[in-house]
């Protein structure tokens, strides 16, 4: 690769070599020129305080790159350059409860925080929640390159009961580090809460989505209706807990219960007898069925909304 102008020159001559200019040394056919520019004030001899150089190509290549300063950024041998973390095997991902890897709970949540920020003490205080009798956290974890280290966390999904429905379970906060996006770890991700659950007895999944209609679709799902997690494992509140919530006051009776001493007694008129009132109509046993209205939602759109008012899918799949 040949650079011109010298380096002589440009220090010699800031204002007239503003621009650097680095052609391979290549046949013609395939010659590529990029040029380096940089303002003639900014340019100095100290290595710590050298500007950001801008590479801008005239043909096939990305019209423009930036090189930042920097003593590892600024080179062109390939035996400094830095290594890429190399993208983990299916076969080798496994699916554990957050509970049983107490040691993983900062990176899990580091990786849920990543797409929906939130207080990290609240992140962490959530997943500790994790029990085998829900609400329960699962981690897609890889093993690390480096032996003897920490696997990780490359996935996450939450499991709930579902409110008067023992065979069902909700499924939230499903998430892939970025980096693994679009490489069938989702999909993995899901085949393996569908394993976990069969394996626990359930036989159906729920969950909600904002733009991820069609990937869930392609796994399976339909939609459905919506349904309602169990925010506590148990069915009876502690009495510590229920006297927390202030008592209900009950209704007063809109009028008293008359009294018969207050009452005087009808007076009995004497006559001929009066007949009966003719007997009422009988109610209709049937009313019209209403008219049919649109869907509550397809796959063009829903009346679903979270609590933020943003449009929201529920899906299902029996498993």
Known sequence: MALAPSLTQLSLDLICRRELTLSPGLDRPHWVELILSASPAELTQDPACQPELTLRSKFCMPPEMTLRPGSTELTLDPAHQPEETPVPSLAELTLEPVHCRPELLDACADLINEQWPRSRAS??????????????????????????????????????????????????????????RGRGFGRHLLEGLEVFAQARGFRRLHLTTHDQLYFYAHLGYQLGEPVQGQVFTSQRLSATLLSAFPKAHSPQPSCKAPSLTAQAAPRVLKGPSVPPPPPLPEPLTTSPRPSAGPLPQNLLGTQYHDLRGYPIFWMEKDI
């Open 123 to 180: 992140r962490l205080h959530s997943l500790r929640q994790s029990s085998d009798n829900f609400p329960l956290c699962l981690m897609l974890l890889s093993p690390h390159p480096t032996p003897g280290a920490a696997p990780i966390v490359v996935g996450h999904a939450r499991l709930s009961r579902v409110l008067d429905r023992p065979q069902s379970l909700l499924v939230e906060s499903v998430v892939v580090a970025r980096a693994l």
